[in-house]
């Protein structure tokens, strides 16, 4: 007879199995729920092309109800699931209310300008939205913002998350500009999740590389606190 594992006993990451929390990825519903994320656009565009705006917000709304009973069924996270449901809900009826299928990124090309906005501000008060995130998901707690190098690579992550909203800011609004409905979709998917994965790694990469730089300095103020006084400061 084999015993149950004890929960202080660390798993083979080396962490306590308590302690083990998801992803960034993960609590954005994985990269499954990126890819449903797309199948709404994919549905809307051509239905709207063959049989006109009503019908295509009756197959976009069928879609998005599909891909959240599917998540449901498969016990996966619930959150992108709901989230996911109400943005194309939003997005349909900006597209009713314009009367133009274009009006279905809308909601979204705006969005994009939000996050952008809010992503350079953080940086700019000294609150990197990443670094703020990833501690409060890993429950680290705030004191990374007390070394300079570790709040610096917390700024570049930000950073790269501002330019991919940007960019997707500046692409899709031109294509609205010009009533492009199906190059909107196009762009959207193109600059949808595999940015999204492109952001995320970079994020991963520069916070690992935090992470190494604050344990020094920790070791280094632990060791001798004057010498590691260089490295830090109070924001």
């Known amino acids: 007879m084999t015993s149950s594992p004890d929960p202080?006993?660390?798993t083979l990451g080396g962490a306590p199995e308590s302690d083990v929390r998801p992803s960034v990825?993960?609590?954005m519903g994985g990269v499954s729920g990126l890819i449903y994320s797309t199948v709404?656009?994919?549905?809307?565009?051509?239905?709207?092309?063959?049989?006109?705006?009503?019908?295509?917000?009756?197959?976009?709304?069928?879609a998005a109800l599909a891909v959240f009973v599917i998540r449901l069924l498969r016990r996966e996270p619930l959150n992108p699931a709901i989230s996911g449901l109400i943005g194309v809900?939003?997005?349909?009826?900006?597209?009713?209310?314009?009367?133009d299928a274009k009006g279905y990124f809308l909601f979204g090309i705006w969005t994009t300008l939000a996050y952008a906005i809010v992503f350079v501000g953080s940086i700019l008060v000294r609150w990197p939205l990443v670094g703020v995130i990833w501690n409060l998901i890993s429950g680290e707690g705030m004191d990374w913002r007390r070394h300079r190098?570790?709040?610096?690579?917390?700024?570049?992550a930000t950073a790269f998350w501002a330019l991919v909203f940007a960019a997707r800011y500046l692409t899709q609004s031109e294509l609205y500009d010009h009533g492009s409905t199906g190059w909107l979709a196009v762009s959207r998917i193109a600059m949808g999740w595999p940015l999204t994965a492109?952001?995320?790694?970079?994020?991963?990469?520069?916070?690992?590389?935090?992470?190494?730089?604050?344990?020094?300095?920790?070791?280094?103020?632990?060791?001798?606190?004057?010498?590691?006084e260089t490295d830090t400061g109070r924001h």
């Open 25 to 27: 990825l993960e609590q």
């Open 89 to 99: 809900a939003i997005c349909v009826f900006i597209a009713y209310r314009t009367g």
């Open 198 to 228: 492109l952001a995320v790694l970079a994020t991963v990469l520069l916070v690992r590389r935090a992470s190494k730089e604050e344990d020094r300095i920790v070791a280094d103020e632990q060791s001798d606190p004057e010498v590691a």
């Open 149 to 156: 190098k570790t709040l610096r690579a917390y700024d570049l």
């Open 40 to 62: 709404p656009i994919v549905v809307f565009v051509p239905v709207n092309s063959a049989w006109g705006l009503t019908a295509a917000i009756v197959a976009a709304l069928i």
């Open 8 to 10: 202080s006993e660390p």
